[in-house]
């Protein structure tokens, strides 16, 4: 993963709870400008996220890497 993703993450977080800090004592109201901005990085990352997930894929765990599907033809009275 980029560390780019990580890092709008990590910023956008305490962004947007100070603005919940500011809007619970009323700095500010909830659908005001600065509580849109700070909900911005948050926003951006969890987009991000998802695209790269979907269009790079999940990597597969390497323990389960080198296993392969097998197709069910045994006999129901064979013994495992």
Do not use: N
Not at 38 to 58: C, M, N, Q, R
């Amino acid at each position: 993963m980029p560390r780019i993703i990580p890092l709008v993450g990590l910023i956008g977080a305490p962004l947007l709870f100070a603005s919940d800090i500011a809007v619970l004592f009323g700095l500010w109201g909830q659908m005001s400008l600065p509580a849109g901005i700070a909900t911005l990085p948050v926003a951006l990352w969890e987009f991000s996220l998802g695209v790269y997930l979907v269009v790079k894929g999940f990597k597969p765990s390497p323990i389960t890497a080198g296993m392969t599907a097998t197709t069910g033809s045994a006999s129901p009275d064979a013994v495992a």
